[in-house]
Structures are given as structure tokens and as C-alpha cells.
């Protein structure tokens, strides 16, 4: 196993090991994918079987103008940000009644406030056998005290590459962005993923802007997905004509909050969902959203 290091400094500079992929897991010969079912954690929760494995829940979680998801599946679970620091307890009440006791994973996708500034606390409360980070730092005190959480968990923080898969319960995870390290916006940075279960997939795409929308485009990877969530809250600077009609999906999730000061989602990105005649849920109209996939198909339900 080959151990990089990677400084981050945020006010003071610490140290922290990077793993390019953990190893330890058990690795699957067809396919690579690297599994995460270590020890599990079976829980049910509201209106699905989890220790079954008939199902992948998506809870796509309201907390104002930023983003949480959690994903279960087989008793496993993983938490895709958290939204900002003042919805930190939002998330935690909502893991907890869920009955998650740990996490297989959680995703930061890029170090905003607005995805970051709850995870201080998930850390604290939560242990995770593997923590995504994309490789860049911010000097805000959010990120300042999402180190700090790390640190004092002893946790080691994964350097997300493209093509990684992991395996959560019966659904795949595969790595789609970012493709590099070097960008001017901090967006673009954000950790793109594609979750697979019983032949369906849903794309996770943090704040992903269209820089990093090209580039996705460009490589080998399927972008096709039943389910979009829809990078940066709608804004115009991301979800490209042409990312969307690679993804071609069927439904559409954004999350804003209402009357937010930036407008999202932008008319621009409305326009071209209802041009294809995408189904739309959004959180500031819907509250929180659950999709459920099975054999049979995708559900939705809201809470309003």
C-alpha cells in the first residue's frame, strides 16, 4: 500500500496521509470494484428494508441553500455532504432517526461552506470507514474546523481519482470527476459520482461547473442517469446542453434554498429541463426528498 502525503494549511499547517484508494478493503476481480462492506451496520428505516438489500434510498435532505445526502443500501450507508454549519443538527437528526450507527463513506465534494459547514459535526458524532476529499484547500474557518474534526478523529482522507468504484451494499460508486487539480474555480474541484443499483444510476455532482462538465465529456466514462442532481443549485454556470443530454435523465433534483440571494435555480437550466421534459423536484418547494430504487423502478416521495 503506497502512502502520499498532502499538507493542508488552513490558519496553521498540519499534515494529514492520503490514500490514492484504500487496499484493505476486499477487491472484487470483476469489475475492481473495491468494497466497503466492512463490519456493516444494518438499520431499518422508514418505509424501506435496508438489511434486505432490495433497495437503494436516496434522501436528499433540506438544509436551505446547500447540499446533504444520504445514501443506504444493504445496511450500508453514505453521506454525500452536509450542507452549512447552520443545518449541522438537521443532519444529524436525520442520520440518527434513520438508525445509522457509522458510515462506509462520506463524500466532501469541494470545501464550501454551504457542503462542508455540517460535516464538523457528522465527523464527531459518526465514525466512517472512508473519508473523500478532493486535494485543495480554502483558508475559512469552516474548513479550518472540518481539519480540526478530522485530526482529532485520527482519520485518514482519500484523494478522489476518476475510475475509483467502491461497492455500497448491492450498488456500485464509481468516481467521475474531478480529472485534475488545477482549477481556478473551487467548483470544479467537486467529486462527481455515479451510483448503480439493479441496472439504474443516479449522478451526484456537488458544484460542478462546466469546465469540469467538458471534461467528463470527454473522457470514457458512462454519464448516462436515471436521476440528476443538479450541480450548484441550478446555476447557469453548470449543466451544459450538452452534459445534459449525455446524462439524459428522467428526473432532476436541486437543492436551494427559498428565496435564496443568488436566484437559483437559474431560468436558463429550468428551460432546458422542462425542454426535455425532465420531471423536477427541488428542496425549497418540496423539502426533503427520498427516491427509492429497486427492481421495479424509481420512486419519489416528498415531504410537502
Do not use: C, H, Q
Given at each position: 500500500?503506497?502512502?502520499?502525503?498532502?499538507?493542508?494549511?488552513?490558519?496553521?499547517?498540519?499534515?494529514?496521509?492520503?490514500?490514492?484508494?484504500?487496499?484493505?478493503?476486499?477487491?472484487?476481480?470483476?469489475?475492481?470494484?473495491?468494497?466497503?462492506?466492512?463490519?456493516?451496520?444494518?438499520?431499518?428505516?422508514?418505509?424501506?428494508?435496508?438489511?434486505?438489500?432490495?433497495?437503494l434510498e436516496v434522501l436528499f435532505l433540506d438544509v436551505g441553500q446547500g447540499d446533504a445526502t444520504i445514501v443506504t443500501c444493504g445496511g450500508h450507508a453514505m453521506l454525500?455532504?452536509?450542507g452549512g454549519r447552520p443545518s449541522e443538527q438537521t443532519v444529524l437528526d436525520a442520520i440518527e432517526a434513520r438508525g445509522i450507527t457509522r458510515f462506509d463513506m462520506i463524500v466532501a465534494t469541494h470545501p464550501h461552506e454551504d457542503h462542508i459547514g455540517g460535516l464538523t459535526g457528522v465527523l464527531r458524532a459518526y465514525d466512517t470507514d472512508i473519508l473523500i476529499m478532493p486535494r485543495v484547500e480554502t483558508t475559512t474557518k469552516t474548513f479550518e474546523n472540518l481539519l480540526d474534526a478530522i485530526e482529532e478523529k485520527g482519520l485518514r482522507v482519500t484523494t478522489p481519482h476518476a475510475g475509483d468504484t467502491y461497492a455500497l451494499g448491492g450498488a456500485v460508486i464509481t468516481i467521475i470527476a474531478p480529472a485534475g487539480q488545477d482549477y481556478k474555480e473551487l467548483n470544479n474541484h467537486s467529486i462527481v459520482l455515479r451510483v448503480t443499483f439493479e441496472g439504474r444510476s443516479l449522478m451526484f455532482t456537488g458544484d460542478a461547473e462546466g469546465v469540469s462538465e467538458n471534461e467528463m465529456l470527454a473522457s470514457r466514462f458512462d454519464l448516462s442517469a436515471e436521476v440528476l442532481k443538479l450541480a450548484h443549485h441550478g446555476s447557469r454556470s453548470s449543466t451544459t446542453q450538452a452534459f445534459l443530454d449525455a446524462v439524459r435523465p428522467r428526473y432532476a433534483v436541486i437543492f436551494c434554498g427559498a428565496g435564496n440571494n443568488y436566484g437559483h435555480p437559474h431560468d436558463e437550466t429550468l428551460e432546458k429541463l422542462s425542454a426535455l421534459a425532465v420531471t423536477l423536484y427541488r428542496t425549497d418547494i418540496h423539502g426533503s426528498i427520498t427516491a427509492t430504487v429497486t427492481?421495479?423502478?424509481?420512486?419519489?416521495?416528498?415531504?410537502?
Open positions: 500500500m503506497k502512502k502520499t502525503g498532502f499538507a493542508y494549511s488552513a490558519g496553521r499547517r498540519r499534515r494529514y496521509t492520503i490514500l490514492g484508494i484504500l487496499l484493505a478493503a476486499a477487491v472484487v476481480a470483476a469489475g475492481g470494484i473495491i468494497g466497503l462492506n466492512l463490519g456493516g451496520n444494518p438499520f431499518t428505516g422508514p418505509g424501506t428494508d435496508f438489511a434486505s438489500g432490495d433497495a454525500i455532504d452536509a427492481k421495479t423502478g424509481i420512486t419519489f416521495r416528498t415531504e410537502r
